[in-house]
């Protein structure tokens, strides 16, 4: 009978851990990935409004970098994705383009891949969309008892804020989830995230010098202290260790931050040679945009339905 007891108790438990989850979430969200070569993640609210963007590679970081998607539609997000890929040259106006969507459901899948291929009909690009469901992560949020959206969402601000623990983050609102992501941007970009590993080790390697120097120091004035003995002496060392110590610290973080700045310098100028490198061949595009569209859309839509036998080598999704 104790053991039925505790057995009941547990299921209760978890009843109602999941129901606490299930409320806070409040079932509004969803999210889809699109790959082009730069692959970006996004998660939407009811309404298909884009709650959070963030980069899968590096190439989606620069992909991302001049661009403020946040709040907007879902099919307006889309439209900037593709003619920022275009302006960056990760999207080749002259050659065939797959780009790989995945997402929660069916419908969003659907509702994606849709706006993408009307995207690339409309600039007279010969590319289309492929659906691909994440069966892991929907198996995952099923046997949580979650939405495949929130869990998305979960795993991002873990990536957001390192101090955060999975079983936390599984119970926190999606608002305060996004307030995460939204606040800690800067450290989901992954060459940044290097960089913070770096300092991390760094720093853990100060640590490892000076904490047992310290410590030892304290327990040599505590033993001196205990027996009335004089430790002027070792307070003033140990002070001047621990001011040594803070101003290592000081010097490590300073030349982080100093690094930081200058990486992010680095990366909006690898953006603009990437716009400079494509410009002339994207302002001949836009220029014929309106011709293209209207004598290759018969090919295009061809090439979207996959009823065409011979395709041409172009940027694949990965």
């Keep these: 009978m104790k053991k039925i007891i505790m057995s009941f108790s547990t299921l209760i438990l978890a009843f109602s851990v999941f129901m606490l989850i299930g409320c806070d979430?409040?079932?509004?969200?969803?999210?889809?990935?699109i790959e082009i070569n730069p692959a970006v993640d996004m998660v939407l609210d009811r309404g298909n409004r884009?709650?959070?963007?963030?980069?899968?590679?590096?190439?989606?970081?620069?992909?991302?970098?001049?661009?403020?998607?946040?709040n907007k539609k879902v099919e307006t997000a889309i439209d900037e994705l593709i003619d920022e890929a275009i302006n960056l040259g990760?999207?080749?106006?002259?050659?065939?383009?797959?780009?790989?969507?995945?997402?929660?459901?069916?419908?969003?899948?659907?509702?994606?891949?849709?706006?993408?291929?009307s995207a690339f009909l409309e600039r007279g690009i010969m590319g289309k969309a492929q659906g691909k469901p994440d069966t892991d992560l929907i198996e995952e949020a099923e046997a949580?008892?979650?939405?495949?959206?929130?869990l998305r969402l979960v795993y991002r601000a873990l990536e957001a804020d390192d101090t955060l623990s999975f079983e936390d983050a599984l119970l926190m609102t999606q608002?305060?989830?996004?307030?995460?992501?939204?606040?800690?941007?800067?450290?989901?970009?992954?060459?940044?995230?290097?960089?913070?590993?770096?300092?991390?080790?760094?720093?853990?390697?100060?640590?490892?010098?000076?904490?047992?120097?310290?410590?030892?120091?304290e327990a040599q004035?505590?033993?001196?202290?205990?027996?009335?003995?004089?430790?002027?002496?070792?307070?003033?060392?140990?002070?001047?260790?621990?001011?040594?110590?803070?101003?290592?610290?000081?010097?490590?973080?300073?030349?982080y931050q100093a690094d930081?700045?200058?990486?992010?310098?680095?990366?909006?100028?690898?953006?603009?040679?990437?716009?400079?490198?494509?410009?002339?061949?994207?302002?001949?595009?836009?220029?014929?945009?309106?011709?293209?569209?209207?004598?290759?859309?018969?090919?295009i839509e061809a090439f979207q339905r996959g009823t065409r036998t011979t395709l041409q080598s172009g940027n694949q999704g990965s």
Excluded: C, W
């Design 90 to 117: 990760f999207i080749d106006v002259n050659e065939e383009t797959t780009v790989t969507v995945h997402g929660s459901s069916n419908a969003i899948r659907d509702r994606i891949q849709n706006r993408i291929n």
């Design 175 to 217: 608002e305060a989830l996004i307030a995460i992501i939204r606040d800690n941007a800067p450290n989901l970009n992954m060459v940044m995230n290097a960089m913070k590993t770096e300092f991390f080790e760094d720093r853990q390697a100060l640590f490892d010098v000076y904490i047992p120097q310290i410590q030892a120091l």
């Design 25 to 33: 979430q409040s079932e509004s969200l969803s999210y889809a990935s």
């Design 50 to 70: 884009v709650q959070t963007v963030t980069a899968m590679n590096q190439d989606g970081e620069m992909l991302l970098l001049g661009l403020h998607l946040e």
């Design 260 to 299: 930081k700045e200058a990486q992010r310098a680095m990366f909006f100028l690898q953006r603009q040679e990437r716009v400079n490198t494509h410009q002339n061949e994207v302002a001949a595009f836009r220029n014929a945009m309106r011709t293209r569209r209207m004598q290759m859309k018969s090919a």
């Design 144 to 150: 949580l008892g979650v939405e495949v959206g929130f």
């Design 221 to 255: 004035i505590a033993l001196l202290e205990e027996a009335e003995e004089d430790s002027t002496d070792l307070r003033a060392e140990l002070d001047a260790l621990k001011q040594e110590f803070l101003e290592a610290l000081a010097q490590l973080r300073s030349a």
